[in-house]
């Protein structure tokens, strides 16, 4: 079995693959996996192509629409965001991978530790995130940042929280509750905020490592 880091929408797309391959005798084409699936073909692209990037999927012929195929017939998934203790007494914090500070992304990087003796609050159970995209550079949250993030299930209103949307995407917002679900407010006045019934919280952030 590979051991791939996969997100469980990219198993999904994977095991669609395959039924649908083993039924007709080769592979579905975008607007298939988009119907199955209920979502624009955009979205499932971007699925895609990561998939295609991991090396899971191979495309055999660039202009065919049926051209993908799966280069193993089992993968493993992705741990989950926040899957273990990561902080402790001696300031170490695993990076767990990358969080969308505009469109809400699948975090899929491999875990790396950083030295953050100085920073880190030592009563409190704490991880690191990469930033990507500008959603929140009015609150100093810029690309290639780093926020640091205490593990918490719940938040205030007005907080900066790593949320996952019920699509499986996480994304990082300024969190407020509705009387029809939660609002998540990027700071940046082009961008327009998420609402969603619901999300979770996966952290709140309690700082931010700037990258010059």
Do not use: W
């Not at 083993?22 to 209920?38: I, Y």
């Not at 505009?102 to 690191?128: F, M, Q």
């Not at 996952?164 to 990027?186: C, H, I, N, Q, S």
């Amino acid at each position: 079995m590979s051991r791939l880091p996969l997100t469980k929408r990219q198993l999904q797309i994977l095991d669609f693959y395959k039924a649908y391959t083993r039924e007709h005798g080769l592979s579905p084409t975008l607007e298939e996996v988009a119907q199955h699936f209920g979502v624009n073909k955009v979205t499932i692209f971007g699925h895609v192509s990561e998939l295609e990037r991991k090396g899971v999927l191979i495309k055999s012929a660039a202009k065919k629409s049926r051209a993908r195929q799966l280069a193993f017939e089992d993968v493993a998934p992705l741990a989950p965001l926040v899957s273990t203790p990561v902080g402790d007494r001696r300031g170490v914090v695993t990076i767990l991978g990358r969080i969308a500070a505009g469109s809400p992304i699948e975090t899929i990087e491999d875990p790396e530790e950083l030295e953050l003796a100085d920073l880190l609050p030592r009563d409190r159970e704490c991880y690191a995130l990469r930033v990507r995209g500008n959603s929140m550079i009015e609150d100093g949250i810029h690309d290639g940042d780093l926020v640091l993030v205490e593990r918490k299930q719940t938040a205030h209103d007005g907080e900066v929280v790593v949320a996952v949307l019920p699509d499986e995407e996480a994304t990082l917002k300024r969190f407020y509750r509705e009387p029809d679900g939660v609002r998540l407010e990027p700071a940046n006045s082009s961008l327009q905020p998420i609402h969603a019934p619901s999300v979770e919280i996966r952290g709140v952030v309690i700082g931010v490592v700037r990258r010059y």
